[in-house]
């Protein structure tokens, strides 16, 4: 059903919604034992950007049942404030989840904050402990939110994992490593062989080339193209680019890191994008947040 | 010097000699501050390994000036009674470093255990928070002694590390995922594109066999072999597996991951086993102490 009937793409957004129906599901077993859900999102100034994605997770938020406060605070606000904020909401207790939206003004340095954060709310999966857990193959922490959404359209897809070539292109905090992480483990619906490709990578075009699995998360628009890409291949594409586009309302459009018209005639499963890894990310941020509520009052949501 | 001036072989014991002294110098400062770095050795039971590890590693805390002192719990000691002490340790600030010698009983979850050594006393580098840090570029943590070994080995051979083709066997907790998680950054010695294989890699001497770098830590005895290596190729041997030997005094010795001896015709610089990664990881551990002394005491090492 995730897969379109006819074309092989990956419908990002039909997948996002059997996630947002298993999350519901588990968001209403906590409100009726009295714990909805809690996420918190801190904002700081008008980023047009932040300004929309933060929306559109309140929206999900409304939508599936968890109680959501934005709190904006203004451009200038320094780190020592928004410190004491993040310290106000980790001893909250019905603050399940702390969501500080990049990209952070200049003079707070994100590290800092990212740690600040209790990791028991962490549902970016941003903190050391999480991205420690994450690589130990510990599954008491939080993933962060993108590549769990392309692990679990993989696993949706029926893409096999076990001893398939990987490939990611970009080794991001974001994105890149942490996607290394999960494909890497021991464990079911990994075991893959991961290489980790980069700006300073020789050869790109053939690691691409030899991959089962290509995941570009490189952010350089179109980048991936037919020729450095495996017949049959999955392709996942991550980027999100600007570029311009004269036909364009306000001159400029959205694309990924893979030329799709180029490449879906000679790939396997493939993400359009968008449509692809954009919306499963806030399902996946919705089911990190239901997960930290579930822990933080000692619910098996398994068992729900 | 550090390097055989006859063969391509690494001399790991010249290099650990070099960090030796440089750590020496900065323990004689820190003590000369007031600040003898002390380093806490626990050992469970006396499994007879145990005993020689930490009986070596106390030999070098002596002749280094570090202050070492060891706890032998006894082989039943309760994973409640292990927190305790770690907690003590903890908390006393003559302690800056603490290694709790594995493997330890099956009784004791040993991911529960690294977990309660407090990050900044860490100085094996196992707690989640200095792993998430070694991944996310974070240089303020403590880095796992084998893989910083090998790391130093690399750069101290003059390897070159930037935009190299590193093939890791083994994805261990202990040496592969950290080692990956060095290379892969965007740092100097670093900026490789790392490949990381194990059990279920299929094609695993067609990596191997395209590597710049090869670094075998899988746990097999000999299993690289000369066919698998890219003539010229570095090759790092991690591995420590005990095999029959007739001719041997106690019926068995030590050997690597790597047939050396047919290795070494083939590939460019190699580490012998023993004699290569083996007294480097001591001489990392020894570093990771000293610094754990200077950052509780705010002391800049590199400035001493």
Do not use: W
Not at 33 to 44: K, Y
Not at 76 to 98: D, F, Q, R, Y
Not at 199 to 209: G, K, M
């Amino acid at each position: 059903m995730a897969i379109d009937a006819i074309e092989n793409r990956i419908d990002g957004r039909a997948i996002a919604e059997q996630i947002h129906g298993e999350t519901r599901r588990h968001i209403e077993a906590l409100s009726e034992r009295g714990t909805p859900p809690g996420l918190v999102f801190v904002r700081l100034g008008e980023d047009p950007a932040s300004r929309v994605y933060v929306g559109m997770k309140e929206k999900t938020c409304d939508r599936l049942g968890i109680q959501s406060t934005t709190h904006v605070l203004p451009e200038g606000t320094s780190e020592k404030e928004l410190l004491k904020l993040i310290s106000e909401l980790n001893a909250n207790p019905t603050v399940h989840g702390i969501l500080i939206q990049a990209p952070l003004p200049a003079t707070i340095n994100e590290a800092t904050i990212f740690a600040a954060v209790s990791p028991n709310k962490d549902v970016d999966g941003f903190h050391p402990v999480n991205v420690g857990k994450l690589l130990l193959g510990d599954s008491g922490g939080f993933v962060p939110c993108t590549p769990a959404a392309v692990h679990e359209l993989l696993i949706r897809s029926s893409v096999p994992i076990q001893s398939a070539e990987v490939v990611i292109l970009g080794r991001g905090n974001i994105v890149g490593k942490p996607m290394a992480a999960i494909l890497c483990q021991k464990a079911n619906h990994a075991n893959a062989t991961v290489t980790l490709c980069h700006s300073r990578t020789a050869n790109l075009a053939e690691h691409c080339s030899r991959a089962d699995i290509l995941i570009a998360a490189i952010g350089v628009a179109e980048f991936v193209k037919a020729d450095m890409v495996k017949p049959g291949a999955t392709v996942i594409d991550v980027g999100v680019n600007r570029i311009a586009d004269p036909k364009a309302k306000n001159g400029t459009r959205l694309v990924g890191d893979v030329d799709f018209a180029a490449v879906q005639p000679v790939s396997g499963l493939i993400t359009p994008n968008p449509g692809g890894v954009g919306p499963m990310t806030i399902a996946l941020l919705m089911r990190n947040t239901a997960r930290a509520a579930a822990r933080a009052t000692g619910v098996e949501l398994e068992s729900i």
